[in-house]
């Protein structure tokens, strides 16, 4: 029972977030000193920065045709558009699911299929919130796009928000992808974009709540009970 709760409160960290945690702890130590409510305040916000960069265990679906959420927090679009240029996906409209991360949501991101990274294109942007439908255009972004085992193609696209202003991808091109594997964070509330292959019809709505890893947000091929794997 312990080690049960132990896991459910006590989560690992994103590497990234180490020296956020540390500096939000120096902090709160100087204010404590200052003046206790200060100190108080600064503990909830160094408790906050431990949460923000949680990495939890995710159990990944693993049957075929499945393409899982990249990222935890609320469907806000499931619309079709054209992907960004630099991913080379052709000026066609997809269908574009959009991940909405507040500030109080897990920010690592997976990779929704599993393929192999044949493209990385990073393009600087504006800080509009990632709620709106322009951010997709207007706001730093990074793409992704993964080619799997049929060539056929995948666009992930992280996409800064108001607050957040620093996107990290972790891959390369040529990087070899599971489904479910982290690829990148977004630091301090964003968005990721989905650009689901030629038809692909998506499993969601506007308002569903997903988590990284986990969720399916569409499935191509067949459609047979998913099958689960511990990572």
Known sequence: MSVSLVGTVVK????????????FAIATVILWFIWTPLGLLGLVLTIWCYYFF???VRTVPMDE???VSPAD???????????????GLGPDPLTRVSVFMSVFDCHVNRAPV????TAVAYRPGKFLSADL?????????????????????????????????????EVDRGVRLDRGDRFGLIRFGSRLDVYLPDGTAPRVAVGQKMTSGESI?????????AIARVE
């Open 65 to 67: 045709g499945l393409i």
């Open 54 to 56: 949680r990495d939890p």
């Open 73 to 87: 927090g609320i469907v806000s679009l499931v619309e079709p558009a054209v992907p960004p240029a630099e991913l």
């Open 114 to 117: 599993a393929g192999e990274v």
């Open 133 to 169: 439908d322009k951010a997709s255009e207007d706001n730093e972004r990074n793409g992704i796009v993964l080619t799997m085992a049929d060539g056929t193609r995948l666009g992930v696209v992280q996409i800064a928000g108001l607050v957040a202003r620093r996107i990290l991808c």
């Open 12 to 23: 690992p960290i994103h590497p990234d977030g180490r020296k956020f945690i540390a500096a």
């Open 217 to 225: 947000i569409a499935v191509f091929g067949d459609d047979r009970p």
